[in-house]
């Protein structure tokens, strides 16, 4: 028996609509139920001071600047690396089975649980080269771990961009490096970006890794070596151990409004920029 | 008439199996040549032989010789950025580059190291009117060149291609999805240009070849069966292979 494809249309667009918003309905839940139970505390005493009593009271002040450090170093780390060596692979490489290796590796790399990660860094950046528990360390850990998804979403980015362009350019007598940096990379960077706002993401939300490498001291750091506590740890700690209910959901608030606001800044940025090339 | 490129025994291999067989022809500074021949007849890489544009391409191999200006071009030793610069090149399907009008045309110059504004300025102006096009785009430079229609990205990108100053221009059937209109501006440019540059025309229109070319070359699969005057080819040609192509009688 055939069914008439009015009807499976029908049922493909009940389908996919619904599977849509029940997703948009769990994430809304979350968002509305953290923020429900978090914002009532969230104000600027908790934006702007030390934590008391290991959390129990005062704000979180020291774990915003934690947040704020480790990723942004991280990325300042992953991005340039990710970038060149996506650049590398899909430009100056011929497809062979070493390429098809290494991008074998990083598939996997990306795969691997952070806490992996955490321990590995552990290991090798807080004891083998003596770091201690540092923002240093954490840093370089989180920066390993994103730097599979930079490479990869770089790579996809710039094998998107039409193969005329690099021939137009290299008959314009450009070098491999000029057609890089005056065509290919322009019109890659919004796939760049993209990875680096989903690495941001990551790093941010990112507890296990960086447990065991940045630490989770709740002094305000003042150098690369200090240790410090990122919001998403400190909600961990305060959750797990039972300090306090309250500022755990309004620490988890605050992450979320952090987020948020990061990915719309980027979106508009992106935009003006896509609009100004026109 | 001094001779832009001597082309003696070339041959091209894709993956080991011949392109280009035996290719032996001068071209003559200042001319127009027109190339036709049927699909696959090797015209396109022909042209990309002559700017080394084939290199791109993985598994080719040349052998014999391209002479330009009497050096050779395949010598280990030629810069090939160099050579591009002085072979400029215009393809079948219009590609401006993803930004403006004025960046587009400025491309090869800003290569070359020109930064000042004026001098930049004074090349897309003089670029464009010798592609015909300044008139129609003059007051929108900053516009994407993307948003120009068909045969004003064609022009566009002649124009990009002669503010590089080159000494010869390949055009890959430039005219093919252009209407009559804009056909014959590129027509005009190129009969103009001639003066000043060494032109191959490859083009799936015999009448084209017919209307512009000096000089006329027939290709067929991978061989070039003759070339001449256009005139003689086209009323007079001397082989039977020839004569069937362009009365259209060609299998
Ligand atoms: N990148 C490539 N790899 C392998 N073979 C190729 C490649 N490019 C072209 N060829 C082959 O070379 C031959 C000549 O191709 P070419 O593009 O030069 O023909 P053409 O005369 O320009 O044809 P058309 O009029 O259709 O543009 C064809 O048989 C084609 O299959
Ligand atoms: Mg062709």
Redesign the pocket.
Known sequence: MRINPRHTQKGAVIILGGATILVLLILAFIIIFILEKGLPVVNLQFLSSKPRDLGRAGGIFPTIIGTIILPVVALLIATPLGVFTSVYLSEYTKETTLTKVIRFGTDCLAGIPSIIFGLFGYIFFVITLQMGWSILAGSLTLAVMVLPTIIRTSEEAIRAVPKVYREVSFSLGASGWQTVKKVILPNALPGIVTGVMLSIGRSIGETAAVIFTAGSSLRIPTTAFDSVRTMAVHFYILAREGISQENAYGTAATLIIAVLIINLTAYWLMNRFIARRG | MSTKFNIHNFNFY??G?P??KDLNLDVTSNEILGVI????????????SLNRM?EL????RTEGEILMDGQNIYDPEVDVAGLRKRVGMVF?MPVPLPMSIYENVVYGPRLSGISSKSRLDELVEKSLKEAFIWDEVRDRLKLSGLRLSGGQQQRLCLARVLAMKPEVILL??PCSGLDPISTAKIEDALTVLKKEYTIIL?T?NTKQAARVADKTAF?LM?EMIEVGLTRQIFTAPAKKETHDYITGRFG
């Open positions: 894709f993956n199996s392109v280009l021949g049927p699909a696959g007849s090797g015209k396109t890489t022909f042209l990309r084939n391409e993985a598994g080719i079948a890959d059937e490859v799936n290709f991978g």
